[in-house]
């Protein structure tokens, strides 16, 4: 961490975290380097050698595939940000890693932190449902942000209530209903107060909160990404309208 003052405006931060997945260490590599559209976002895999260009203007610090990657992007006045994989193989068949997120806030430290925190904690979990459940096959991708009209205390409590989930728990089997797409049969993955995920046999839905934000990958073959987007888009602007 920093040695900064607390008061002072710019402050370092790390966010580190150890998880184990029933996975290879090479299955691991792959997901967090070519196949980032699976549980992140669409994003050009970074170039596979010390020096070469990697996302968001970033260059790789580490690549020894496929137990450790490092890449970081700079900024005037010493920002940065910078993801590590640690990985190794461990009994069982499973894989250690240990991810480290760093880089600087600019004001209100504590806030950003905060958020940054559980939204990784989201993502990582996403991660491990991609290679527990879909690893190794190819996604389509759909985003779709609500209306401004989402930004409110209860944004997100309207959405489950949309949804018909406002009383679900995590581990729940449910049912959801969105009008355009065929009903959903999934599991409840993840669930906090700003954070929902949903699993089908062949999809995995994220929701975020403040401001409502809905992102899908879907693995099916036939995927219809640009009906997806439609429907949720339209959906999305009847229940804040």
Not at 113 to 137: C, E, I, N, P, V
Not at 189 to 208: C, E, K, N
């Amino acid at each position: 961490m920093s040695n900064e003052s607390p008061n002072q405006s710019k402050r370092e931060f790390a966010i580190e975290r150890e998880t184990v997945h029933p996975t290879t260490p090479e299955e691991y590599w792959d997901a967090v380097t070519t196949g980032n559209a699976c549980w992140l976002w669409p994003m050009e895999a970074p170039e596979p050698r010390v020096g070469g260009a990697a996302p968001f203007g970033g260059t790789v610090l580490a690549w020894e595939p496929p137990h450790h990657l490092i890449v970081r992007s700079v900024g005037p006045d010493g920002w940065f940000n910078q993801l590590e994989h640690l990985v190794e193989t461990r009994d069982g068949g499973t894989t250690w890693v240990r991810y480290v997120h760093s880089g600087v806030f600019v004001d209100d430290w504590d806030s950003q932190y905060d958020g940054a925190a559980k939204h990784t904690d989201f993502y990582l979990h996403t991660l491990g449902q991609y290679l527990r459940y879909f690893s190794g096959r190819p996604a389509s991708y759909v985003a779709v942000d609500a209306p401004a009209s989402s930004i409110t205390p209860d944004g997100f409590d309207a959405l489950r209530r949309a949804l018909g989930l406002a009383d679900a728990e995590q581990g729940d089997q449910v049912r959801v209903t969105v009008p355009g797409l065929a009903p959903l049969d999934a599991g409840v993955d993840y669930l906090t107060p700003h954070f929902l995920g949903l699993r089908t046999d062949d999809a995995m839905y994220r929701v975020f909160g403040a401001p409502v934000a809905v992102a899908v990958h879907m693995f099916a073959p036939d995927a219809d990404q640009q009906g997806t987007e439609k429907a949720l888009r339209s959906w999305l602007e009847e229940v804040y309208a």
